[in-house]
Each structure stands twice: as structure tokens, then as C-alpha cells.
Nanobody, 126 residues
């Protein structure tokens, strides 16, 4: 059984930082793109930061460029999201996601990710 367990969310003040972690069990992430998505109330789920397994290339949404950074550690079967300078527009439930084996390039389409975590809430007070 594949499980993705996120941690690191919480309540912070604007300008502060959080680091999200996602540990995958039951599935080796080698050869699979991974990433972070978020969904705010009343909005569609959107990609925040994605990372390839082939060359380590990353995608970061324009709204988070320069503030958020996605990384992965295949040895730990994990993906991370370092979030700095959090803003009032960043609050959402953040989900980690993994593509199926062999799909090493990231995709901006949510339905191309096979496994999802349960989500972790990020709240920012101004």
C-alpha cells in the first residue's frame, strides 16, 4: 500500500518560513516526478513546485518563485518544500504528489499524478 505522509504545515505570521516534508512508503520514488500542489477554499488545486527525477529540474509557480524551493531525496523517498517569506495569499492545504513509475518529468496536470498525500494546512496571519 502506497502512502504519502506530509508534515510541517502550521500557522505562521507573514514573512516567516515553513518547511514541508513528504515521506513516501510502499513505492520507490526513483524514476518518478514529484511535487507540491495547493488548494485554497473555493479555488482549484494548483501546482506550486514540481521536480523531475531525470535531471532534477524544477518548476515553481510564478507566485512563489524566489520564495519557495522544492527538493527531493531519493534515498529517503521524500520530497520537500521550503517556504520562505510566506504571504497572506499562500494559505491553503498543501499536497504532495508522485507520478507513476517511469514518468520522470513533471507535469502541470493533476490527473497525471498517481499518488497523493492527505494534505497539510498552511495558514498565514498578517
Amino acid at each position: 500500500q502506497v502512502q504519502l505522509v506530509e508534515s510541517g504545515g502550521g500557522l505562521v505570521q507573514a514573512g516567516e518560513s515553513l518547511r514541508l516534508s513528504c515521506v513516501v512508503s510502499g513505492f520507490s520514488v526513483d524514476g518518478s516526478a514529484m511535487g507540491w500542489w495547493r488548494q485554497a477554499p473555493g479555488k482549484e488545486r494548483e501546482p506550486v513546485a514540481l521536480i523531475s527525477s531525470i535531471d532534477g529540474s524544477t518548476y515553481h509557480a510564478d507566485s512563489v518563485k524566489g520564495r519557495f524551493s522544492c527538493s527531493r531525496d531519493n534515498a529517503k523517498n521524500s520530497v520537500y518544500l521550503q517556504m520562505n517569506n510566506l504571504r497572506p495569499e499562500d494559505p491553503a492545504v498543501y499536497y504532495c504528489a508522485v507520478r507513476a513509475k517511469g514518468y520522470g518529468y513533471y507535469s502541470g496536470f493533476a490527473d497525471e499524478y498517481r499518488y497523493w498525500g492527505q494534505g497539510t494546512q498552511v495558514t498565514v496571519s498578517s
